[in-house]
């Protein structure tokens, strides 16, 4: 499970330019809840491909209701967790046998979205981890395969290689490499994007809304030679038009974080999980995204 850093590669330039031609809603086809009845003010992103490709982009409004899923971000030991992103392996692997022991199996959300879809996603998890921390193939990778189960990683597609510099005052925190994001697609490991620079990207214009979610969704097809379908949300800050500009760019599905009543399949509310929580913790979570559809 290679977790030796590699440095200083880069997605080649032309790679890109064929990704920038192919990289289309084709690509979705067999990914999570495609509705074709899009809306008419669906189509609205700055962009020749936008303009085409946008409008076929699914309905805003997630019909049923959002199968439960977790949000990690890093599992590691570390001195410091000022903004508690951190659960250890010791408790990860232990969050994952309540799971195994309550007959749940972690998936990635695309595999739990296309479940629902089929009416089949019973006793099925979503894990997602987000930032895309270099500590995902060496703590999350060999006990997700251990259990046989799956997950999401969001990467920050111009972070990768690099280090997690949106936390200004946290502790610095290494990125996995372009390599690293590679061996994770290729060991069947979702890559979602988590966005190319980490802004929050409620009120951004336009402009700056394809960046974010177009041109991440580029870099990442190019460095996993297929297609990149989820997006997560930085913080979970989203606002309408920053959701719409995920679907104009060609995703399934992007999720949030919580405290969304009214569901969006661009903000798909998660259920976030941290050291402290134990079995009973766990379950209280699980018992309340029953009643209410979402967790927090
Ligand atoms: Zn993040």
């Not at 959002?66 to 659960?87: F, I």
């Not at 951004?204 to 989820?230: H, M, N, Q």
Request: glycine share 10%; with cysteine; hydrophobic share 40%.
């Amino acid at each position: 499970m290679g977790a030796e850093p590699l440095q200083g590669e880069r997605s080649a330039p032309s790679e890109l330019v064929r990704l920038k031609q192919q990289a289309a809603p084709a690509a979705l086809d067999g990914a999570a809840g495609r509705d074709e009845t899009a809306s008419p003010d669906e189509a609205a992103v700055p962009d020749e491909a936008a303009a085409q490709e946008g409008a076929q982009a699914p309905d805003r409004v997630f019909t049923g209701r959002p199968p439960w899923t977790l949000m990690y971000h890093s599992v590691d030991t570390v001195p410091e967790d000022p903004y508690l992103v951190t659960v250890t392996p010791e408790r990860f692997v232990r969050q994952m046998e309540w799971l195994r022991r309550r007959r749940m199996r972690g998936v990635s959300m695309s595999e739990l979205l296309l479940a629902q879809e089929r009416g089949s996603a019973s006793g099925l998890v979503g894990l997602t981890f987000d930032d895309g921390y270099a500590d995902f193939p060496r703590e999350v990778l060999p006990v997700l395969l251990r259990y046989g189960f799956n997950a999401t990683a969001y990467i920050v597609a111009g972070r990768m290689g690099g280090h997690n510099a949106w936390d200004v005052d946290g502790p610095r925190r290494p990125l996995v490499t372009i390599a690293q994001v590679r061996q994770l697609a290729s060991a069947g490991v979702e890559i979602g994007s988590h966005s190319l620079s980490h802004r929050r990207m409620a009120g951004l214009s336009g402009e700056d809304l394809a960046l974010e979610t177009r041109r991440s969704k580029e870099l990442l097809e190019a460095v996993v030679d297929g297609p990149v379908t989820g997006f997560c949300f930085p913080y979970g800050a989203s606002d309408e038009a920053a959701e719409r500009a995920v679907g104009a760019a060609g995703y399934a599905y992007g999720v949030g974080i919580c405290h969304q009543h009214t569901a969006s399949r661009w903000a798909l509310p998660r259920c976030y999980v941290g050291e402290r929580d134990g079995g009973l913790r766990l379950r209280a979570k699980q018992i309340r995204h029953t009643l209410r559809g979402w967790t927090c």
